[in-house]
């Protein structure tokens, strides 16, 4: 088997309802509706609207369908399926979840919010003592491009050296020790401390596109040169 490229889904927008806000009455009612605690539920801006306009970083927090569109765009890629990607999930407030290749995301909204409130809660999924397909430990972005010991990682943002999908696709390539980072959240940049660890950042020559359609653009581009598409 080749060396697997390794994407990193970073800063996302996924994240348990923060302490501060069990109390307010539109996340009350959310979890009570679904027969929840609100510090089971995930944070999520079309729910807790009002109830996040005090938290701080509120605009790049509460958006849990960005991570579900690039999970699906990620493990239903030709890249995973023939076994040449591993995917990892780094959260707002420092979580990583380490994703099996072989997972199936489900394509409905409301059934993976529950299978993220899981895991987040829980820790795994399936819940112990199955042997689990995803799993989150609490880790900084930082202490997790340590582990994977990168031979470069490259960041894809509205910032940095202007390229196309394929120039990058191309770049990415000849390094597939690379670790590659998108964004999981909707808006502004990487955080300044996330630029600092990556060696080079490249951006899209059309501006203002989703996240996602950074991540499908790329994998596709990869897919074809390597092949595989």
């Known amino acids: 088997m080749a060396e697997r490229f390794k994407l990193v889904i970073a800063e996302a927008a996924l994240e348990l309802v ?19 605690r609100p510090g089971e539920t995930l944070l999520d801006s079309t729910l807790h609207h009002q109830a996040m306009k005090k938290l701080p970083e509120s605009p790049r927090r509460g958006r849990p369908d960005i991570v579900h569109i690039e999970l699906l765009e990620a493990l239903e890629s030709p890249l995973n399926k023939k076994g040449f990607l591993e995917t990892y999930v780094h959260t707002y407030n420092d979580y ?30 399936p819940p112990p003592p199955a042997k689990p397909l995803m799993r989150a430990e609490p880790m900084n972005l930082e202490k997790l491009l340590i582990r994977l010991s990168p031979c470069k990682t490259v960041a894809i943002s509205d910032s940095g050296e202007q390229a196309s999908f ?50 499908s653009h790329l994998l596709a581009h990869l897919a074809d040169i390597l092949g595989i598409a």
């Not at 072989?102 to 809660?121: A, V």
């Not at 390094?175 to 909707?186: E, H, N, S």
């Not at 996330?194 to 490249?202: A, H, I, K, N, Q």
Request: aromatic share 8%.
């Open 166 to 215: 394929r120039e990058i696709a191309i770049r990415v390539s000849e390094m597939p020790c690379t670790i590659i980072l998108v964004k999981g959240f909707p808006h502004e940049d990487f955080d300044a401390k996330t630029l600092s660890l990556v060696d080079e950042v490249y951006a899209p020559k059309i501006k203002g596109l989703e996240p996602w359609i950074h991540l």
């Open 96 to 125: 990583v979840l380490h994703v099996n290749p072989d997972t199936r995301i489900p394509r409905n909204y409301n059934r993976f919010i529950g299978l993220m409130e899981q895991l987040l809660t829980l820790g795994q999924v």
């Open 18 to 36: 923060p302490r501060e806000l069990w109390g307010h009455p539109s996340v009350y009612k959310a979890a009570r509706k679904r027969g929840k």
